[in-house]
Antibody, heavy 118, light 107 residues
C-alpha cells in the first residue's frame, strides 16, 4: 500500500524551530517529486514547498521563504521540513504530498499538527 | 503567483441535486487544473486532474470541464458521501496554488 506518514508536529513557542518528517512506503520514493502543504485551523490549503526527485530543485511559497527548508533522504525514503522563526500564523496541519504520474498531488499523508503559542 | 478563486464559498444542496462549483484562474493555466475533496479531519483526496480526467475509483457522477482561466466541477446527482469541501488547484507553475474552497452542505 502506498503511504505517507508525517511526524514531528507539536507545540512550539513563537520564534522557535521544528523539524517535520514524512516517511514514505509502498513506492519507490526516489522516483517522485514531493511537496509540503499546510492548512490553518478552519482555513484552506496552502502550498508551501516543492523538491525534485534528486533534491536538486527546490521552490518555496513567499510566506515561508527564508524560514523553512525542505530536504529529502532517498536512501531512507524520507522527506523533511525544517521550520525556523515560527510565528502564530504558522499554526496549521502540515501535509506531505506526492506528485504522481498525473503531475499533481495523488497521495497525501494524514497530516501533523503544529501549534505555535507561548 | 497565479490566484485561484472559487465560487460559491458555501453551497447548500439536497441529495440528488446537480451541483456546480466554479474555479477561476488569474491567468491562463491551460488544462492544468485539479479538484480535491476534503472531509473534516482528513487529508484531501484527488478527484479530477488535467481539468476533466477522473482519478481511479472516483464515481462517474463527478465531472470537470473548462480551459484557460475558467473551470467547473459538477456533481450530477449529489450523494450523502459527497458532503465535503472541494478545492481546485492549478499546477501550471511550480507554485501550485489552491482555491479557497467550496463547502457543500446539506440543505
Amino acid at each position: 500500500e502506498v503511504l505517507l506518514a508525517e511526524s514531528g508536529g507539536g507545540l512550539v513557542q513563537p520564534g522557535g524551530s521544528l523539524r517535520l518528517s514524512c516517511a514514505a512506503s509502498g513506492f519507490t520514493f526516489s522516483n517522485f517529486e514531493m511537496n509540503w502543504v499546510r492548512q490553518a485551523p478552519g482555513k484552506g490549503l496552502e502550498w508551501l514547498s516543492y523538491i525534485s526527485r534528486s533534491g536538486g530543485t527546490i521552490y518555496y511559497a513567499d510566506s515561508v521563504k527564508g524560514r523553512f527548508s525542505i530536504s529529502r533522504d532517498n536512501a531512507k525514503n524520507s522527506l523533511f521540513l525544517q521550520m525556523n522563526s515560527l510565528g502564530a500564523e504558522d499554526t496549521a496541519v502540515y501535509y506531505c504530498a506526492r506528485i504522481g504520474l498525473v503531475h499533481t498531488f495523488d497521495v497525501w499523508g494524514q497530516g501533523t499538527m503544529v501549534t505555535v503559542s507561548s | 503567483d497565479i490566484q485561484m478563486t472559487q465560487s460559491p464559498s458555501t453551497l447548500s444542496a439536497s441529495v440528488g441535486d446537480r451541483v456546480t462549483i466554479t474555479c477561476r484562474a488569474s491567468q491562463s493555466i491551460s488544462s492544468w487544473l485539479a479538484w480535491y475533496q476534503q472531509k473534516p479531519g482528513k487529508a484531501p483526496k484527488l478527484l479530477i486532474y488535467k481539468t476533466f480526467t477522473l482519478e481511479s475509483g472516483v464515481p462517474s457522477r463527478f465531472s470537470g470541464s473548462g480551459s484557460g482561466t475558467e473551470f467547473t466541477l459538477t456533481i450530477s446527482s449529489l450523494q450523502p458521501d459527497d458532503f465535503a469541501t472541494y478545492y481546485c488547484q492549478q499546477y501550471n507553475t511550480y507554485s501550485r496554488t489552491f482555491g479557497q474552497g467550496t463547502k457543500v452542505e446539506i440543505k
